[in-house]
């Protein structure tokens, strides 16, 4: 994953510190400055930390701006300002796939149903299923079987 977090200094350059509303911290990527504006639905602390917490279930944008009350708009809005929550926005919607991988792994010592189901997934040339027509030397020999039992009738 992408990590966007940048020193204290060059957040600075980047964002005044006379423009910075607040600044929210998370293990995931570090910290993300929110600018300063008159009226807007981004100075609710609360809203943008729903925001990225809907992105860690992997949502899409319309879901995201649905579970706070915002439009898609002012979410594009919020982003051209902020044109950093992009690559925070795709690094928590990775969240929910490094879930999923981790209890598929996690299972392969105790589950035999999942361990077959990786191997067959993950090395197809091992474990793979394989197709009756790809095995012509043992789907011969049952063809033949069934030919020998039909003209023998």
């Known amino acids: 994953m992408v990590n966007i977090a940048l020193s204290i200094e060059s957040r600075e350059k980047l964002i ?15 910290e993300f400055s929110v600018k300063k504006s008159a009226n807007a639905w981004y100075l609710n602390r609360g809203k943008v930390e729903r925001l990225i917490e809907a992105f860690k279930y992997g949502v899409t944008i319309e879901l995201a701006c649905i579970s706070i009350g915002i439009s898609v708009d002012q979410y594009k809005y919020f982003k051209e300002l902020h044109p950093e929550f992009s690559t925070i926005m795709e ?14 792994v996690d299972a392969l010592g105790t589950d035999v149903a999942t361990a077959r189901w990786y191997a067959e997934r993950k090395m197809p040339e091992d474990f793979g299923k394989i197709d009756p027509s790809t095995r ?4 011969m020999a049952k063809r033949m079987a069934a030919i020998r039992i039909e003209y023998q009738k």
């Open 16 to 30: 005044p510190k006379e423009r910075v509303a607040y600044v929210i911290k998370d293990k995931l990527f570090g």
């Open 136 to 139: 012509p030397a043992l789907d």
């Open 91 to 104: 690094a928590c919607r990775q969240i929910p796939k490094l879930r999923a991988v981790k209890t598929i």
